[in-house]
């Protein structure tokens, strides 16, 4: 028990002595880990929100609002509907009128009620809501609607075939570079920290050559640099943990705000697991940077 | 210590070869046994190959050839994890002491025992101890540079005393030191060796080995080319046959 508390103590008294001593080559690991953890954190959450948009918009995918002009009278939206429930590609046709469509966009999140109220006037149109059972017909039932008199015409509808594959591209590119830019960002740290383990080595190189000549063991000369390492891993994965854990959810609602039909989630349980794993990736960081500059600098 | 068999020599060097990478051949067929309990000068030039003798008794480098034992150990044999065990068998002085700058007389000799696990609780009687039998009592709290060469040097003897060591390796170990402080730090060697360990000085100092009379192996382009009891520096001019 003695020896172990021995060991440990001494493992981590040589460790922060050696934090501080070199403090400039420290504070400078520090921050690499903390731009890796940063980007690896905001990385793991905008991919997040894109699959959760693309997610949202495939329940969408097999509906379709058709927007009618403000001069359309009731009966012949009624008549219209009907035309469109009578076609075998169509499942449901559902009315809804401008007050429904105004309640709607009240509910939607982030968005200040006020601005409504301050236009006086109900800008929505109508709308009937076609859900088809094949959504590849939605191309073509599209087309046809647009020809109608009692069609709004900006915009006829709020069909967007592409909106899918643009998002899911956009995911895939986001991810490529994020990953290419966290590859990069890590190999950077491992190398920093490789470098700070050197430095912290090299000025203890008097005390190590004693501590071998008395007898110390290669793991007990090696633990302080590892425990060092760790140190620096744990100090940027705070900070970054800190940062992204308070700042995801004003950065989500603040996107709200701005991009207000995009159905932006905030997620505490994911970010959960995004803070776990940033603070495990910069303890990976430290280990494997410190591993490194120990193995290549104490083999006799 | 089941593997000692009981008449062996604590060291043994039997043909021994070390060739550094560079192609200089350091030690030629080197043959030497000291048994427990000697006191032994290893004399010869600057670059004779003394060095290295004693870099080898500590693992510190493997011979080419030729098997190294000590204390029953085939040095060539003994595994990398092994090696801090038998350094803690060996204690060893050096002619620019090695102590830690920022540390006290203590704390030098108690590092020693830190870095080795020993438990904190019986480290200070120990650093006590050592630092009595080397005359230091009341220094313990003062650094390195506040110190004669001499007290120095008694540092570094009782940090290599603390494992209670059965081999005591003093490579040049009075080489800064005026002669006055030299005979002390000789007489300190004695008494050490007077309590049941062996000591293996390597030095230059004639005037020390010439007056001690003691077993001397001198070497000389990396061959050992006298061992005598009771011997001098120099070999005897008048010595025929």
């Known amino acids: 028990m003695h020896r172990l508390w021995n060991r440990i103590d001494f493992a981590f008294s040589s460790a922060w002595q050696n934090f501080w001593r070199n403090a400039a080559v420290s504070v400078a690991s520090v921050l690499i880990v903390w731009v890796v953890l940063l980007a690896l954190g905001s990385l793991l959450l905008v991919l997040h929100s894109l699959d959760q948009i693309v997610a949202l918009e495939k329940t969408k995918a097999s509906a379709i609002s058709v927007y009618l002009a403000d001069t359309t009278p009731l009966s012949s939206a009624m008549d219209f509907k009907l035309h469109l429930e009578q076609d075998p590609r169509v499942t449901n046709v559902t009315y809804v009128s401008k007050d429904q469509a105004l309640a709607r966009f009240r509910q939607l999140p982030a968005l200040d009620p006020s601005v409504i109220d301050t236009l006086g006037t109900n800008p929505l149109p109508a709308s009937l809501d076609v859900t088809v059972r094949d959504i590849r017909d939605l191309g073509a039932i599209d087309q046809e609607v647009r020809t109608s008199p009692l069609v709004d015409k900006s915009p006829a509808t709020n069909y967007e075939p592409n909106v899918i594959d643009k998002i899911i591209l956009l995911a895939r590119v986001a991810g490529i570079a994020g990953l290419v830019l966290i590859i990069g960002l890590t190999g950077l740290s491992v190398f920093i920290i490789m470098l700070t383990i050197r430095t912290a080595i090299y000025l203890r190189r008097k005390e190590i050559e004693v501590m071998k000549l008395v007898g110390a063991t290669d793991w007990f000369v090696r633990w302080p640099f590892i425990v060092e390492g760790l140190i620096v891993g744990v100090i940027g994965a705070v900070v970054a943990v800190v940062i992204v854990g308070f700042g995801y959810r004003p950065a989500v609602i603040n996107l709200q705000s701005v991009l207000i039909f995009v159905p932006l989630a905030f997620d505490p349980s994911y970010l959960r697991v995004v803070l776990a794993a940033m603070l495990g990736f910069g303890l990976l960081l430290g280990s494997v940077g410190s591993y490194l500059g120990v193995r290549r600098f104490l083999k006799q | ?241």
């Open chain 2, 1 to 241: 210590m089941a593997t000692i068999i009981p008449a062996a020599p604590q060291i043994s060097l039997d043909h021994v070869q070390k060739t550094y990478p560079n192609g200089t051949v350091a030690l030629r067929d080197v043959t030497l046994e000291i048994p427990k309990q000697d006191f032994v000068f290893l004399v010869g030039p600057s670059g004779a190959g003394k060095s290295t003798l004693v870099r080898l008794l500590i693992r510190e480098e493997k011979a080419t050839t030729g098997t190294i034992r000590v204390e029953g150990q085939d040095l060539s044999r003994l595994k990398r994890r092994h090696l801090p065990y038998l350094r803690r068998k060996i204690g060893m002085v050096f002619q620019d002491f090695k102590l830690l700058p920022n540390l006290t007389v203590f704390q030098n000799v108690g590092f020693a025992l830190r870095v080795t696990e020993g438990a904190l609780r019986h480290l200070k009687p120990k650093v006590e101890e050592v630092l009595s039998i080397v005359g230091l009592e009341g220094k313990e709290n003062k650094y390195p540079d506040q110190l004669s060469g001499g007290e120095q040097q008694r540092v570094a003897i009782a940090r290599a005393l603390v494992h209670d060591p059965r081999i005591f390796l003093a490579d040049e170990p009075t080489g800064n030191l005026d002669p006055a402080t030299s005979w002390e730090i000789i007489q300190l060697l004695l008494q050490i060796n007077a309590r049941g360990t062996t000591v293996l000085m390597a030095t230059h100092n004639r005037e020390i080995v010439d007056v001690m009379r003691r077993r001397v192996v001198a070497i000389e382009g990396g061959q050992i080319v006298r061992d005598e009891d009771a011997g001098g520096y120099h070999a005897p001019a008048l010595e025929s046959h």
